[in-house]
């Protein structure tokens, strides 16, 4: 009925089928029941392939029987459409038809986007969700392979058995960028890869602490001339950045002889003349972000100490002081706003090095910026500016 005879072997299927049957007016002649049955039940719901297609399916060696020939390896062309028409009859005897068409598309790739988190190196440990991988499939050709790779891949996991997946460290990370490729494979072989996908870890933050103390000591008057006296300094070597004490008076309950004997850190501290009252303690990665937030002074004629561990990583941390402008690096200078003072003004203050007999909070060298003089007030506000900077507001 399709007229494939260009197929036959010499242009006959006799004796297997007569000759007078070639056509589609042969059959209707010689097979009439043959011929209506065609038209009215296979016509309607088959489709006439082309002879292209059917030398594609049916190649040469092809015996029907895969295990024998092989498999055809015909694979419809993307867009065919297949339609089949579907005849029904209900029990009263009444028939109907349709049609059903269905559209052969081809596999697409999967379509995968990552993002990573912001994490530090306190977090970028093994288990840790550092990024998130969303995978999308037009065919929904689950599950899907993920693989990594690149100069980075073998440094972290894939988890999850869905989208979204997630992307964790095999251990701890530390500080620095990492790249990789992330492939996505699904069910049918198609894959998308992302290539150098980056991945950053910042160095977690260190907080350091800062005390903070009023002194009474020297309340009849602090100078550049009797500062070292008034803290108990007796010898320095100039050498050092700021300048390291070498010698501290032992008599006389000295403020620099009682940190270094253990009471650093301790509320209130006896000392020859006078009391020591620490006024704050805190922590942060920035000395002056630490000291900026006011604290509270006793009213009476006092010095103000700030000391903090020398070798830590707190930024900001001068090693000379000035009350005047420069551009000497390392240099700062201090500004002090007590209650009442609607601005900031630049003061005389000392840095040192000093050393103590145990560790505190780890250290055991410290720093000590001293007020060169005194005020007599209810609460400060001081900030350490770099020489070359302008003065606060």
Same mark, same amino acid.
């Given at each position: 009925?399709?007229?494939?005879?260009?197929?036959?072997?010499?242009?006959?299927?006799?004796?297997?089928?007569?000759?007078?049957?070639?056509?589609?007016?042969?059959?209707?002649?010689?097979?009439?029941?043959?011929?209506?049955?065609?038209?009215?039940?296979?016509?309607?719901?088959?489709?006439?392939?082309?002879?292209?297609?059917?030398?594609?399916?049916?190649?040469?060696?092809?015996?029907?029987?895969?295990?024998?020939?092989?498999?055809?390896?015909?694979?419809?062309?993307?867009?065919?459409?297949?339609?089949?028409?579907?005849?029904?009859?209900?029990?009263?005897?009444?028939?109907?038809?349709?049609?059903?068409?269905?559209?052969?598309?081809?596999?697409?790739?999967?379509?995968?986007?990552?993002?990573?988190?912001?994490?530090? *190196?306190?977090?970028?440990?093994? #288990? /840790?969700?550092?990024?998130?991988? @969303? $995978? =999308? %499939? &037009?065919?929904?050709? +689950?599950?899907?392979?993920?693989?990594?790779?690149?100069?980075?891949?073998?440094?972290?996991?894939?988890?999850?058995?869905?989208?979204?997946?997630?992307?964790?460290? *095999?251990?701890?990370?530390?500080? #620095? /960028?990492?790249?990789?490729?992330? @492939? $996505? =494979? %699904? &069910?049918?072989?198609? +894959?998308?890869?992302?290539?150098?996908?980056?991945?950053?870890?910042?160095?977690?933050?260190?907080?350091?602490?800062?005390?903070?103390?009023?002194?009474?000591?020297?309340?009849?008057?602090?100078?550049?001339?009797?500062?070292?006296?008034?803290?108990?300094? =007796?010898?320095?070597?100039?050498?050092?950045?700021?300048?390291?004490?070498?010698?501290?008076?032992?008599?006389?309950?000295?403020?620099?002889?009682?940190?270094?004997?253990?009471?650093?850190?301790?509320?209130?501290?006896?000392?020859?003349?006078?009391?020591?009252?620490?006024?704050?303690?805190?922590?942060?990665?920035?000395?002056?972000?630490?000291?900026?937030?006011?604290?509270?002074?006793?009213?009476?004629?006092?010095?103000?100490?700030?000391?903090?561990?020398?070798?830590?990583?707190?930024?900001?941390?001068?090693?000379?002081?000035?009350?005047?402008?420069?551009?000497?690096?390392?240099?700062?200078?201090?500004?002090?706003?007590?209650?009442?003072?609607?601005?900031?003004?630049?003061?005389?203050?000392?840095?040192?090095?000093?050393?103590?007999?145990?560790?505190?909070?780890?250290?055991?060298?410290?720093?000590?910026?001293?007020?060169?003089?005194?005020?007599?007030?209810?609460?400060?506000?001081?900030?350490?500016?770099?020489?070359?900077?302008?003065?606060?507001?």
């Amino acid at each position: 009925m399709w007229e494939y005879s260009s197929l036959w072997d010499g242009g006959s299927l006799s004796p297997e089928w007569n000759d007078n049957s070639r056509t589609p007016s042969g059959i209707q002649t010689n097979n009439p029941l043959g011929y209506a049955l065609y038209n009215k039940y296979i016509k309607p719901v088959l489709t006439k392939p082309s002879k292209t297609v059917l030398q594609n399916i049916f190649q040469d060696g092809d015996v029907g029987d895969p295990t024998v020939a092989g498999s055809s390896g015909y694979t419809p062309e993307v867009g065919t459409g297949l339609i089949s028409k579907i005849t029904f009859q209900d029990q009263y005897g009444n028939i109907g038809s349709g049609s059903v068409t269905a559209t052969i598309f081809g596999n697409s790739a999967p379509s995968a986007n990552f993002t990573a988190a912001s994490f530090n *190196t306190d977090e970028a440990i093994s #288990g /840790s969700d550092i990024g998130t991988l @969303t $995978v =999308t %499939d &037009t065919e929904n050709n +689950s599950p899907f392979t993920i693989t990594l790779a690149g100069t980075d891949g073998g440094k972290f996991d894939v988890s999850g058995s869905s989208s979204p997946f997630t992307i964790q460290p *095999t251990g701890s990370l530390e500080e #620095g /960028s990492y790249s990789i490729n992330i @492939t $996505v =494979t %699904d &069910t049918y072989g198609e +894959s998308v890869t992302l290539t150098g996908e980056s991945i950053t870890v910042e160095a977690a933050e260190v907080l350091t602490t800062v005390y903070i103390y009023t002194s009474t000591r020297g309340a009849t008057g602090i100078t550049s001339a009797n500062y070292n006296g008034i803290l108990g300094i =007796t010898s320095e070597d100039t050498s050092f950045d700021p300048d390291l004490v070498t010698g501290i008076q032992t008599l006389g309950s000295a403020p620099l002889y009682m940190f270094k004997t253990g009471d650093l850190g301790s509320s209130s501290i006896t000392v020859g003349g006078g009391t020591m009252t620490l006024r704050a303690e805190r922590s942060g990665s920035n000395l002056d972000s630490i000291i900026s937030s006011s604290f509270a002074g006793s009213n009476g004629s006092e010095q103000f100490l700030i000391i903090w561990p020398s070798g830590s990583t707190l930024q900001g941390s001068p090693t000379s002081v000035t009350d005047s402008g420069g551009s000497a690096a390392g240099e700062y200078i201090t500004y002090v706003k007590t209650a009442g003072e609607s601005a900031f003004s630049a003061v005389a203050t000392e840095i040192h090095m000093f050393d103590i007999d145990s560790a505190v909070d780890g250290y055991t060298r410290w720093n000590i910026l001293g007020r060169q003089g005194l005020h007599a007030t209810t609460e400060y506000e001081v900030r350490l500016i770099p020489s070359s900077g302008s003065a606060p507001s």
